[in-house]
C-alpha cells in the first residue's frame, strides 16, 4: 500500500524526499522540537510539524502545517519519452540549413533571368566593371 514508518529521527530540521524512477513527489520540511514537559514527566513529548517545501526557497513557518501521520500522494508522473514528430514539410523549410539552400538556388537561377531582361546600356556597364 505504499506506507513506511522512518524511526529514530533526531531533533531538529529535516527534509523528507521519496525517491521515485515512476513519480514525483513533494519535498517536506520536518521539524521535531521536545514540548515543555507535563507535572511527572521527566521529559517533553516531541513535537512534530511537516510542511510542503520547494528546494532553492527558505524554510518558513508562514506555510501550513501538515498533518500527522503524513499522507504525501505523488504530484505528477515522470515523461521520460516524448513521441516522435511526424515529418512535416513545413518544417523541413524553416531549417536554417535548408533556407540557405533555398536562397542560392533561387540566386543560380532567377539571377541570371534578370540580368537578360536589363537594359542593354546597364549589360555592358555591368560587363565593363567585371574586366
Do not use: C
Amino acid at each position: 500500500d505504499g506506507t513506511f514508518a522512518v524511526d529514530n529521527v533526531k531533533l531538529g530540521d529535516s527534509l523528507l524526499e521519496i525517491a521515485s524512477s515512476e513519480y514525483v513527489f513533494p519535498k517536506v520540511h520536518v521539524r521535531i522540537t521536545l514540548k515543555d514537559p507535563v507535572e511527572g514527566e521527566e521529559e517533553g513529548r516531541a513535537a512534530i510539524a511537516a510542511r510542503y517545501v520547494q528546494i532553492g526557497s527558505e524554510w518558513s513557518d508562514d506555510a501550513p502545517v501538515l498533518t500527522y501521520p503524513l499522507r504525501i500522494s505523488a504530484s505528477d508522473k515522470y515523461d521520460f519519452f516524448t513521441e516522435r514528430q511526424g515529418f512535416s514539410i513545413i518544417t523541413m523549410f524553416s531549417n536554417p540549413y535548408m533556407m540557405m539552400v533555398g536562397a542560392s538556388l533561387l540566386a543560380v537561377f532567377i539571377l541570371p533571368k534578370l540580368q537578360a531582361n536589363m537594359d542593354p546600356e546597364a549589360l555592358r556597364e555591368l560587363q565593363g566593371k567585371k574586366e
